[in-house]
């Protein structure tokens, strides 16, 4: 028994990424890419099909070509994750006041990882470039290892920041 038998389903879509990071991050775009399987293989077409069948499914695929040169490190893709989630909780309103702009929250997520300002813009931009499929250029490695927080210290860390 599939699947398709105990769970059916309109459509599928399963996506790629070669880092939790990035996922965790909510990104809406995959670093690996993603194959779908859908009426006429598009997402958009799931809702003109009755659940569970499969007769105008087909598979549809989105696998860019990697330079695997380019890929950002651990750290890198470990600021990026930090990041961009306080970049988040700005956009839905969750800081204070003294949390307002854009560098607001990239001097706090510098501060929070212990690193200056220029590696984080440097991490950020590499892992955006591998994720968007950008080149990258030239860039300075990162010299300080960020630091590691549990859920539970980034949550403590934050609270003097959050309305």
Not at 62 to 73: S, Y
Not at 108 to 134: C, H
């Amino acid at each position: 028994m599939g699947i398709q038998n105990s769970h059916p389903y309109n459509a599928l879509t399963i996506y790629y990424y070669d880092s939790s990071d990035y996922y965790n991050s909510y990104s809406i775009k995959t670093t690996l890419g993603m194959v779908t399987y859908a009426p006429n293989a598009d997402w958009a077409s799931a809702g003109t099909v009755s659940t569970g069948d499969y007769s105008k499914m087909y598979v549809s695929y989105d696998i860019p070509v990697k330079d695997w040169d380019n890929q950002p490190t651990e750290d890198m893709r470990y600021i990026y994750d930090k990041y961009v989630r306080l970049d988040r909780m700005n956009g839905e309103d969750m800081f204070n006041s003294s949390i307002s702009s854009f560098e607001d929250v990239q001097e706090l997520a510098a501060k929070m990882l212990e690193i200056d300002i220029e590696e984080l813009k440097t991490a950020y931009w590499v892992a955006t470039a591998w994720l968007y499929d950008y080149d990258a250029g030239d860039y300075e490695s990162i010299i300080n290892i960020p630091k590691r927080l549990s859920d539970e210290e980034f949550n403590d860390f934050l609270i003097p920041y959050l309305n």
